[in-house]
């Protein structure tokens, strides 16, 4: 890993996607003097340039990037450069018609939108190294360069191809992953439903099929496509390094986006971005975009990450584009910094006057930057945020680790479930808000992080556990940390094959109970809990019937069969203590069920402060708190610290 000089640095980089090349030169000289206006000092240049960089295939034009680079570089504003591989130019799939992608049901996605291009493409493959290749050559000592921006948004689109050629990319995957036929029938359990393979030719993707596929072919499926979009990112950065290893890479992330395994993917590059579009008219937008901060930051295991995008005002791609309100721009990017960014930045600079995203919010919109809101507010922030610049050197606080695991996500939601109404989402949402609402800083964690960091490990969902993981899990524990499991965790292997021996078999010790039967709720269905203490709380969605093993019931069902069961159990384990819920508690409850495991496991609320403020502390490295108090709701607000 080579250093991430620049967000090393005692500032706060402000700035957005810049596409010049739509506008004539003219304009690059006010948007230059307007960027040194508004404190723009970081711009993600030429994202979706590569027709204009290279408008026939092996005919290239750097002239202009020349001259903005140059340009920028005389204002004060550094590149983030990207490498402009993200949408190929029409040509492509006009000479090589079988580059582009197609669905599960046969069908091509053609040139004109972006993105057309199939994963597994040699043509495209070819293509976008040599760009790269030329653009690394060209710019590596261009004094404006302070990061690479590796194509845009992998996967957003096209996550996944079942043309002929993935098709056959998908084979050599699998024989490398299982080294012979009989180990793949074995992990892919085809001896129901005469599934069973004799040649590796027989094998083929997930195509639309007449009923549920194969369970494991379908995961296989995932980690495959999520593995050749990181292999298209490592073509890309491989070269890079080649040229200028010094120089940082990162792609923008999507947050929680299932189709990629990012915490797999940030350990081939340098930084961490994220592209974060919360819905403004959503009561819980400000969760969300704070669960997507700390997910950047815990990616790259605490070091600085970039806010890579955001809108200033509206998006334009849902049905209803609602604006974020005055103060509501720079509260969020408030909370990103507060939550680890050490870049602020949007897209896009200046408002498109054509193409599909002319409707979006841009720090210069349309109607120019005399009289404008957005101009005022952006231009205030990019000023004020060049007084933060020492936050820069801090790092966020958190004694509760979340796990999250993108291979337990996509078994938990493949088809013939017990019920399809349990999601990753659902599940996570469950346990980070309430975690999130009483400002307990969260990390997330994954199954290759250090547990031993956290006094209190959540573990909202674990469908899919591998048997290194339940170990790490019950070590954790037994060396005197707190763990919290939600319902249907560790109940099948990295094959998708049931754990055997009673649920959730690999943590029944540790939690110190058997699952006898899972009882999905129906929509609109929903059960009552009885607490130790007597309070009662609705729960609804799922009920594990659970007997004890040596845990004690925190709680227990009061209707259907298994009434007087217990709900919530508590096991003390080795020097620590292990929690399971066994059914979705409505959010009040769970938020008191979660304060009462924090306290107990010596993670205390580090203030007191009305509904919709949120706190995060930042520490430096001579130990000194820096307190973000952003308040969410229109009034004033007084909090208290406690610490
Ligand atoms: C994504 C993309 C950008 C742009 C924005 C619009 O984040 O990376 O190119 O399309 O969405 O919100």
């Given at each position: 890993?080579t250093?991430n000089?620049?967000?090393?640095?005692?500032?706060i980089?402000?700035?957005?996607d810049y596409?010049p090349e739509?506008?004539?030169?003219?304009?690059?000289?006010e948007?230059v003097?307007?960027?040194?206006?508004?404190?723009?000092n970081l711009?993600s240049?030429g994202?979706?340039?590569w027709?204009?960089?290279?408008?026939?295939p092996?005919?290239y034009?750097?002239g202009w990037l020349?001259?903005i680079?140059?340009?920028l570089?005389?204002h004060g504003v550094?590149?983030?450069?990207?490498?402009?591989?993200?949408?190929?130019?029409?040509?492509?799939?006009h000479?090589?018609?079988?580059s582009?992608?197609?669905?599960?049901d046969?069908?091509?996605l053609?040139p004109g939108?972006?993105?057309?291009?199939?994963l597994h493409s040699?043509a495209y493959?070819?293509h976008?190294?040599?760009?790269?290749t030329l653009?690394a050559?060209r710019?590596k000592?261009?004094p404006?360069?302070?990061?690479?921006h590796i194509?845009?948004?992998y996967?957003?689109?096209?996550?996944?191809?079942?043309?002929?050629?993935?098709?056959a990319a998908?084979?050599t995957?699998l024989?490398?992953?299982?080294?012979?036929?009989?180990a793949?029938?074995?992990?892919?359990?085809t001896a129901f439903?005469?599934q069973r393979?004799?040649?590796?030719a027989?094998?083929n993707?997930?195509?639309?099929?007449?009923t549920?596929?194969n369970?494991?072919?379908?995961?296989d499926?995932?980690r495959?496509?999520?593995?050749s979009l990181?292999?298209?990112?490592?073509m890309?950065?491989?070269?890079?390094?080649?040229f200028?290893p010094?120089?940082?890479?990162?792609t923008?992330f999507?947050?929680f986006?299932k189709?990629?395994?990012?915490?797999?993917?940030?350990?081939h590059?340098d930084t961490v971005?994220?592209d974060?579009?919360p819905?403004?008219?959503?009561?819980?937008a400000?969760?969300?975009?704070?669960a997507q901060?700390d997910?950047?930051?815990s990616l790259g295991?605490?070091k600085?990450w970039?806010?890579m995008?955001?809108t200033?005002?509206?998006v334009?791609w849902r049905p209803?584009?609602v604006?974020?309100?005055?103060?509501?721009?720079?509260?969020w990017?408030?909370?990103?910094v507060?939550r680890g960014?050490?870049?602020?930045?949007f897209f896009?600079w200046?408002?498109a006057k054509?193409?599909a995203?002319k409707?979006h919010g841009a720090?210069?919109?349309h109607?120019?930057?005399e009289?404008?809101?957005?101009w005022?507010?952006?231009?205030?922030l990019?000023?004020?945020?060049q007084?933060?610049?020492?936050?820069?050197q801090?790092?966020?606080?958190a004694?509760?680790?979340?796990l999250?695991?993108w291979?337990s996500?996509?078994a938990?939601?493949?088809?013939s479930?017990p019920?399809?109404?349990?999601?990753?989402?659902?599940r996570?949402a469950?346990f980070?808000?309430p975690l999130y609402?009483?400002?307990l800083?969260?990390d997330f964690?994954?199954?290759?992080?250090?547990?031993a960091?956290?006094k209190?490990?959540?573990?909202?969902n674990?469908y899919?556990?591998?048997?290194?993981?339940?170990a790490?899990?019950?070590?954790y524990?037994?060396a005197?940390?707190?763990?919290v499991?939600g319902?249907f965790?560790?109940?099948?292997?990295e094959?998708?094959?049931?754990?055997?021996g009673g649920?959730?078999?690999?943590?029944?010790k540790?939690l110190?109970?058997?699952v006898?039967e899972?009882a999905?709720?129906?929509?609109?269905?929903?059960n009552t809990v009885r607490?130790?203490?007597?309070?009662t709380a609705?729960?609804?969605?799922w009920a594990?019937?659970?007997d004890l093993e040596?845990?004690?019931a925190?709680?227990a069902f009061?209707g259907?069969?298994?009434a007087g069961?217990p709900a919530?159990?508590?096991h003390a384990?080795?020097?620590?203590?292990?929690?399971y819920?066994?059914?979705r508690?409505a959010?009040?409850?769970?938020?008191?069920l979660?304060g009462?495991?924090c306290h107990?496991a010596g993670v205390?609320p580090?203030?007191?402060?009305?509904?919709?403020?949120?706190?995060v502390?930042?520490r430096?490295a001579e130990?000194r708190d820096?307190?973000?108090?952003?308040?969410h709701r229109?009034?004033?607000?007084?909090?208290t610290?406690?610490?």
């Amino acid at each position: 890993m080579t250093s991430n000089h620049f967000l090393d640095q005692p500032r706060i980089w402000y700035g957005g996607d810049y596409n010049p090349e739509q506008w004539p030169e003219e304009v690059w000289r006010e948007d230059v003097r307007l960027m040194q206006a508004a404190g723009v000092n970081l711009v993600s240049l030429g994202i979706f340039s590569w027709a204009w960089l290279e408008p026939q295939p092996g005919q290239y034009d750097f002239g202009w990037l020349d001259r903005i680079l140059d340009l920028l570089h005389a204002h004060g504003v550094h590149a983030c450069l990207a490498t402009a591989t993200a949408s190929p130019p029409p040509w492509l799939a006009h000479r090589h018609p079988e580059s582009l992608p197609v669905t599960a049901d046969g069908v091509t996605l053609w040139p004109g939108g972006r993105q057309a291009y199939c994963l597994h493409s040699e043509a495209y493959m070819q293509h976008a190294s040599a760009l790269v290749t030329l653009l690394a050559a060209r710019y590596k000592e261009h004094p404006a360069l302070a990061a690479w921006h590796i194509n845009n948004e992998y996967g957003c689109h096209v996550s996944e191809c079942f043309c002929d050629v993935s098709a056959a990319a998908f084979r050599t995957w699998l024989q490398a992953r299982y080294g012979t036929l009989d180990a793949l029938n074995h992990a892919w359990g085809t001896a129901f439903w005469s599934q069973r393979y004799g040649q590796w030719a027989e094998i083929n993707p997930p195509r639309r099929a007449p009923t549920f596929a194969n369970p494991t072919q379908q995961l296989d499926w995932r980690r495959f496509s999520s593995d050749s979009l990181i292999a298209l990112h490592d073509m890309e950065v491989e070269i890079l390094r080649r040229f200028t290893p010094q120089t940082p890479v990162t792609t923008n992330f999507m947050g929680f986006f299932k189709p990629a395994d990012y915490r797999k993917w940030a350990h081939h590059e340098d930084t961490v971005s994220l592209d974060t579009y919360p819905d403004p008219s959503d009561s819980f937008a400000a969760a969300q975009n704070a669960a997507q901060c700390d997910l950047s930051r815990s990616l790259g295991d605490g070091k600085p990450w970039m806010l890579m995008e955001q809108t200033p005002s509206a998006v334009n791609w849902r049905p209803r584009n609602v604006l974020k309100q005055p103060g509501q721009m720079r509260l969020w990017s408030m909370q990103a910094v507060a939550r680890g960014a050490n870049t602020v930045m949007f897209f896009q600079w200046r408002a498109a006057k054509a193409g599909a995203e002319k409707f979006h919010g841009a720090l210069v919109p349309h109607v120019g930057v005399e009289n404008s809101r957005v101009w005022r507010e952006v231009s205030a922030l990019g000023n004020e945020l060049q007084e933060l610049g020492p936050l820069a050197q801090s790092r966020v606080v958190a004694d509760v680790g979340i796990l999250v695991d993108w291979q337990s996500w996509w078994a938990l939601e493949q088809d013939s479930k017990p019920s399809t109404a349990v999601t990753f989402y659902d599940r996570l949402a469950t346990f980070y808000g309430p975690l999130y609402a009483a400002n307990l800083t969260t990390d997330f964690v994954f199954t290759d992080s250090d547990f031993a960091n956290y006094k209190l490990l959540v573990i909202p969902n674990l469908y899919l556990v591998d048997d290194a993981t339940a170990a790490r899990l019950e070590a954790y524990v037994a060396a005197g940390g707190t763990a919290v499991i939600g319902f249907f965790s560790g109940i099948v292997d990295e094959n998708e094959h049931i754990r055997l021996g009673g649920y959730p078999a690999p943590f029944r010790k540790l939690l110190g109970l058997r699952v006898e039967e899972f009882a999905p709720m129906a929509e609109g269905e929903s059960n009552t809990v009885r607490f130790d203490d007597g309070a009662t709380a609705a729960c609804d969605l799922w009920a594990d019937v659970i007997d004890l093993e040596g845990a004690t019931a925190l709680a227990a069902f009061t209707g259907n069969f298994f009434a007087g069961q217990p709900a919530v159990t508590e096991h003390a384990f080795g020097q620590g203590r292990a929690y399971y819920i066994g059914t979705r508690l409505a959010a009040e409850a769970m938020g008191a069920l979660l304060g009462r495991i924090c306290h107990a496991a010596g993670v205390m609320p580090p203030v007191s402060a009305p509904p919709g403020v949120e706190v995060v502390r930042r520490r430096t490295a001579e130990g000194r708190d820096l307190w973000f108090v952003l308040n969410h709701r229109p009034e004033l607000a007084t909090v208290t610290l406690l610490v």
